[in-house]
Antibody
Framework: EVQLVESGGVVVQPGGSLTLSCEAS????????MHWVRQSPGRGLEWVAL????????YYADSVKGRFTISRDNNKNSLFLQMNSLASEDTALYYC????????????WGQGTLVTVSS | EIVMTQSPATLSVSPGERATLSCRASQSVSSDLAWYRQKPGQAPRLLIYGASTRAAGIPARFSGSGSGTEFTLTISSLQSEDFAVYYC???????????FGGGTKVEIK
């Protein structure tokens, strides 16, 4: 059974930094592209970033480009999202999601970790 | 940037009845469209990709159709677990472009 477990969400001040983690199990992690997707009442569902199976390619939404960095450790079946220069509009539930392997669709999701940016 | 617009925002349907949800793209996306269901307090679940292909384990009461700019998700006979919010998502491989619609809430009539 595929499992994705996110962690690291906290309350952080504007301008602060945070790193989210996602621990994967139940599938061959280094075979798949992985994504971060976030959800907030104001912005709905928003894709944030993706990383290829070998970490050779990363892509970001324009809203986070230059501030967020996605990475992975295939030896530890783990995905990360380093978030810098956080602003109130980054407040959201952040999901780790597995790519289906053929298209950029999300066939498994974690339960999410909540990031709140507030002073 | 391609904008995905879903309608209606809320759909009231009785259990056992058919529900028809729409998703429109601001420009042609071919068949690069997926649908998700999100129950309260849960993460979204993939239902359909390629506009009409059911994902693994998805029952046959869910069907997708359309191409270009107009897409439809049909639920033939609503079950209790289908009262939820549904999202469409466009995906494009190069450059990667993944955008969601604003969602349609299916509620009990």
């Amino acid at each position: 059974e595929v499992q994705l477990v996110e962690s690291g969400g906290v309350v952080v001040q504007p301008g602060g930094s945070l790193t989210l983690s996602c621990e994967a199990s139940g599938f061959t992690f280094d075979d798949y592209t992985m994504h971060w997707v976030r959800q907030s009442p104001g912005r709905g569902l928003e894709w944030v970033a993706l990383i290829s199976w070998d970490a050779a390619n990363t892509y970001y939404a324009d809203s986070v480009k230059g501030r967020f960095t996605i990475s992975r450790d295939n030896n530890k079946n783990s995905l990360f999202l380093q978030m810098n220069s956080l602003a109130s509009e980054d407040t959201a539930l952040y999901y780790c999601a597995k790519d289906d392997g053929s298209n950029y669709v999300f066939d498994h999701w974690g339960q999410g970790t909540l990031v709140t940016v507030s002073s | 940037e391609i904008v995905m617009t879903q309608s209606p925002a809320t759909l009231s349907v009785s259990p056992g009845e058919r529900a028809t949800l729409s998703c429109r793209a601001s420009q042609s996306v071919s068949s690069d469209l997926a649908w998700y269901r999100q129950k309260p307090g849960q993460a979204p679940r993939l239902l359909i990709y390629g506009a009409s292909t059911r994902a693994a384990g998805i029952p046959a009461r869910f069907s997708g159709s359309g191409s270009g700019t107009e897409f439809t998700l049909t639920i033939s006979s609503l079950q209790s677990e289908d009262f939820a919010v549904y999202y469409c998502q466009h995906y494009n491989n190069w450059p990667p472009s993944l955008t969601f619609g604003g969602g349609t809430k299916v509620e009990i009539k």
